[in-house]
């Protein structure tokens, strides 16, 4: 059976959540938004292409800051409204400058920080 983003499950905005997962460590990444354009130059390059919402333009991961993510893996969900991208990352996946983007957890009530910035 042969795929196409329009078989996707987009948000009244045309996205899609996408979760970048590290392949090699099943590390969760970074959660960004992806529309069917996105989604084809993702699969068409490899490099993995957000949609900015504050930009309102691709956001090609690495482009700027040089952490690049290759795609290893390309998954969606049972109800096809949610990516998983299991990808090679280079650098952190954080604008924070930290690996993920999920370094705080909620421990007896109290935000703790996990990592700090690279």
């Not at 045309?14 to 529309?35: F, T, Y």
């Not at 007896?108 to 910035?117: A, Q, R, Y």
Request: hydrophobic residues 40%; negative net charge.
């Amino acid at each position: 059976m042969s795929f196409s983003p329009d078989q996707m499950v987009f948000n009244d905005a045309g996205l899609i959540p996408a979760i970048a997962q590290e392949a090699e460590s099943g590390e969760v990444l970074m959660m960004a938004w992806m529309n069917a354009d996105s989604i084809r130059k993702t699969l068409d390059t490899g490099r993995v292409t957000y949609w900015s919402r504050s930009r309102q333009e691709f956001w090609v991961k690495g482009d700027t800051s040089g952490h690049v993510q290759e795609l290893v893996d390309f998954r969606f969900d049972c109800d096809a409204d949610c990516l998983l991208v299991l990808v090679r990352q280079t650098g952190p996946a954080c604008h924070t400058g930290r690996r993920s983007c999920f370094y705080r957890a909620v421990r007896d009530g109290e935000t703790i920080e996990l990592s700090t910035p690279l």
